[in-house]
Each structure stands twice: as structure tokens, then as C-alpha cells.
């Protein structure tokens, strides 16, 4: 399937999902929230990346690849783009859904936006049920069962329960680039906040975030005006998300370098030199090591061209070196303890072959070391007044979403049990 899925897009950068699942999680009733606390507060959840489903239409401006692809041009109608399995499957239809997938980096807006033709939108903004997709899958890695398990202590979707998709083809871009569809986000997601609050009797909110939700979800927040922050977010509860990347970005950059320009999020979960030093080699090939210092180095001996680095330099690495306290009570949790990636060996420099992977401790997708980044780079800041760092053994990075005790976990911070 994730082969695949590879192969019929290309161009869909997908650091975040895993398509490695442990055993399944014991039945829900077992994390059954505590319920009819009329006093609770409203919960706001980001998910993860791929989560959020998203329409498109096209316009006449759209110039398919083939003509089947352009048979719902001009018509107006909005149709899903993602998640489409019809699509995906159909070995007609699927290099339509490539390219209308796809983003181009315009250099006059110094910003992506998507092929001219392409109008999309992210579905069901404000509700939990727009990243529930159709997709069993989405269960587990979409915070299905934690939604559920919200919803059966007594949490009701659009009253006491929202969500914020997003656009997971974009990133944050460093504050001073152009990125429109971050800004269209905080606006929307501000508004929400508010909205939730209002709601319930101006109660503070609680803000989930699950991987790539955390990027959007802190920068979100360390962007708010400090006061709205203190008036609005009771708590932000960050799930399977670190300040320094990870390698399997790395890894699906090399194999497919062309994939890193379609995309707007490409270069946002690259290892962090603010985690990982200038010692610890990440690549290793015969000729020379790159640490996560030679980045752009690495980009170019993938064969990217100058663009890309310089994308890299100055929209993504700011982010990532700026990934900082939210001062707002803040609980982390992660799993640790499962095989995760810690060097790629590329041992005669060809990049185009799979490469000899040597594994660290993490959730099988964030390293250790970037968990444990957190306790300096959140914990040990002075404006910070409540942190927390859980880290749960032998859990991945969607078990911590989906595994039963797992859940029970984050359900209790939810719950404001941290007090
Ligand atoms: C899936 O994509 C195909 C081809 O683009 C489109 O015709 C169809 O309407 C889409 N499905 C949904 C549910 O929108
Ligand atoms: C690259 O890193 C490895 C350790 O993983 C080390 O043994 C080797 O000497 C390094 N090579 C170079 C050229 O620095
Ligand atoms: C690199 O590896 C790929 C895949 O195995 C192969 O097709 C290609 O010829 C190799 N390139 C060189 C320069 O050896």
C-alpha cells in the first residue's frame, strides 16, 4: 500500500504518516471519559499530517495533463481531491489527483500556492468529522479514537468539541515570508478559538495538537498577542512532535528530490541543528558525513537545485530554530522506547537506492534526542509557568493517539487531571 501509494503520487510529501501499525489498541469502552461535567472545557484538535480532507473545483485556467483530467473544468463543482480513493486506485484518474495535488513555488508571490486551475478548500473547518475520513486508517492515525472516546465522556462535536484542519501541503513559513494558507489559518483558527470559548460560558480552551498539527498549533500560538493567549488557551496539549525534525524527511527527499518542490511542507520536519550538533553525522556516505548542519549541502548532493536550499534557509529553518515555548500551561507527550531511525548510510553515495538504516531510541518517527530536546527548549524557558513532558514507553508516534492506555493519557490532561 505505501509503495503504492509512493508511486501513484509522487509529488505528495508524506513525512508524517506511517504506514507501520503495532497491535491493535484494546476495545474503546475501556477509555470511556468521565462525563456530565457541565463545568468542562471546550477542546480544539489539530491533526495530523494527511488527516485533513480537502475539495477542490477547477477553473477554465486549468491546463490538465491529459483530458480526462480537465472533465470537471468550468463546471464549479467542488469535489474531494482528499482524500480520494476512487482516484488514487484508478490508474487513469491518479496522475489527475497528482496534479491537482500538487503546489508550485511562485517567486513573484515568494509563496506556494497550488497549479492555476486548481481552486481547493480544507473540509468541515470547526468540526472533529472533516479528518475522520472515510478510511478505516484514519482511525488510528487521525485521532478517531480519541474523538470518540471525547465523545462518549460526554464531548459533542460544533458544542464542547472542534476542530481545525488544515492544509497539510503547507507549512508555516518563517515570519516575513509570504505563506497566505498559514495566515488564512490562524485567522480561521483564532476565530474558532474564540468562538469555542464564547460558547461555553467564555471558558478558556484546551488545544490538541497530533505530529504536523503541533507545527501549525505552536506557531499559532507563539504568534497570538501574549494576553489572548493567557485569556483564551487553558492548555495546549502537544502530541508526537519535538523541536528537531526527523530523518525519514531526509530519506523520502532522496528518493524522490522532485517531490520537495510540489510541496510546501517538504522541508519543515529536516532534522534541526538546534538538536541534533555538528558532530552527530545523520548521512553517511564513503566520501563524507552530513550532520543536520550540511542541510543544504545534502539537498544539493540529492541533485535539488539552488531554490531549494534556499527555501530551505530561509522559510523552513527559522521555524525550526524557532520552535519555543508557547507560555501557555503546556503538557508534551510522546512515545519513546520503539526502533526509529538515526543514520541513513548511503555507503557509495547513490541516493537513489534504498539506504542501510541504523536505529536510535523514539516513537519510530521522532528521535529521543528531540524529545528530550523539549524539556530545554520549552521546560527550561523562564516564561514558561506549567510544563510537562510525558513520555510513554513502548508507544509509536500514532499510538499515542490510538493505544489504549496511550489515549487514557492524553484524555486525562484533556481533562485537566494535570492539576
Ligand atoms: C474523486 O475524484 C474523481 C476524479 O477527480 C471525481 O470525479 C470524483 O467526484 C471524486 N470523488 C468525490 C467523492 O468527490
Ligand atoms: C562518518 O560517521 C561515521 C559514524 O557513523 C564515522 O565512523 C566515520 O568516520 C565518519 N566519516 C567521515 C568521513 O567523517
Ligand atoms: C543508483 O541506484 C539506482 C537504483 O538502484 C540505479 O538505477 C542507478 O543506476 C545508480 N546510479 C549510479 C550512478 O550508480
Redesign the pocket.
Given at each position: 500500500m505505501a509503495t503504492q501509494l509512493y508511486r501513484l503520487l509522487p509529488l505528495l510529501f508524506l513525512p508524517f504518516v506511517l504506514f507501520r501499525h503495532g497491535a491493535s489498541p484494546p476495545p474503546l469502552s475501556q477509555h470511556t471519559v468521565t462525563g456530565g461535567d457541565p463545568g468542562r472545557h471546550p477542546v480544539v484538535l489539530l491533526p495530523g499530517n494527511t488527516c485533513s480532507q480537502l475539495e477542490a473545483r477547477l477553473t477554465d485556467a486549468y491546463q490538465p495533463p491529459s483530458p480526462q483530467c480537465g472533465a470537471a473544468k468550468g463546471n464549479g463543482r467542488w469535489f474531494r481531491l482528499w482524500k480520494n480513493s476512487t482516484a488514487m486506485q484508478d490508474p487513469e484518474l491518479a496522475p489527475c489527483l497528482s496534479d491537482q495535488l500538487r503546489l508550485v513555488y511562485d517567486p513573484v508571490a515568494r509563496d506556494f500556492r497550488n497549479v492555476p486551475g486548481v481552486e481547493t478548500r480544507v473540509l468541515g473547518f470547526g468540526s472533529t468529522r472533516g479528518f475522520l475520513a472515510d478510511t478505516p486508517a484514519n482511525q488510528d492515525l487521525c485521532m478517531g479514537k480519541l474523538v470518540e472516546a471525547l465523545e462518549k465522556g460526554g464531548y459533542r462535536d460544533g458544542e464542547t468539541l472542534f476542530g481545525a484542519p488544515f492544509d497539510f501541503r503547507q507549512a508555516p513559513a518563517a515570519l516575513g515570508q509570504p505563506c497566505r494558507a498559514f495566515s488564512q489559518f490562524s485567522r480561521r483558527l483564532r476565530a474558532l478559538v474564540e468562538h469555542a470559548s464564547r460558547k461555553n460560558g467564555g471558558k478558556p480552551v484546551v488545544v490538541m495538537s497530533h505530529s504536523q498539527g503541533g507545527y501549525f498549533a505552536l506557531e499559532f500560538l507563539n504568534r497570538s498577542p501574549l494576553p489572548w493567549r493567557r485569556r483564551y488557551v487553558r492548555h495546549y496539549v502537544m502530541a508526537s512532535i519535538g523541536p528537531g525534525g526527523f530523518l525519514l524527511s531526509m530519506q523520502l527527499l532522496a528518493s524522490n528530490p522532485s517531490a520537495a518542490l510540489s510541496s510546501g511542507s517538504a522541508f519543515i520536519a529536516l532534522p534541526s541543528p538546534k538538536v541534533f550538533g555538528p558532530d552527530a553525522?545523520l548521512v553517511?556516505t564513503r566520501?563524507?558525513?552530513y550532520t543536520a548542519q550540511d542541510i543544504p549541502e545534502f539537498l544539493t548532493a540529492i541533485g535539488l537545485p539552488r531554490l531549494a536550499v534556499t527555501l530551505y534557509q530561509t522559510r523552513a529553518l527559522p521555524v525550526k530554530l524557532n520552535f519555543r515555548a508557547p507560555v501557555v500551561p503546556t503538557t508534551c507527550i510522546n512515545g519513546v522506547g520503539v526502533p526509529t531511525m538515526k543514520?541513513l548510510v548511503y555507503w557509495d553515495g547513490n541516493f537513489s537506492k534504498a539506504p542501510e538504516v541504523?536505529y536510535g531510541d523514539g516513537d519510530d518517527l521522532i528521535l529521543l534526542e528531540s524529545t528530550l530536546a523539549l524539556d530545554t527548549v520549552i521546560g527550561d524557558d523562564p516564561r514558561q509557568e506549567y510544563y510537562k513532558s510525558i513520555k510513554l514507553a513502548g508507544t509509536s508516534h500514532a499510538g499515542v493517539v490510538s493505544d489504549g492506555a496511550a489515549l487514557e493519557r492524553v484524555i486525562s490532561e484533556i481533562l485537566g487531571v494535570h492539576e
Open positions: 553525522p553517511v566520501a563524507r558525513n543514520e541504523v
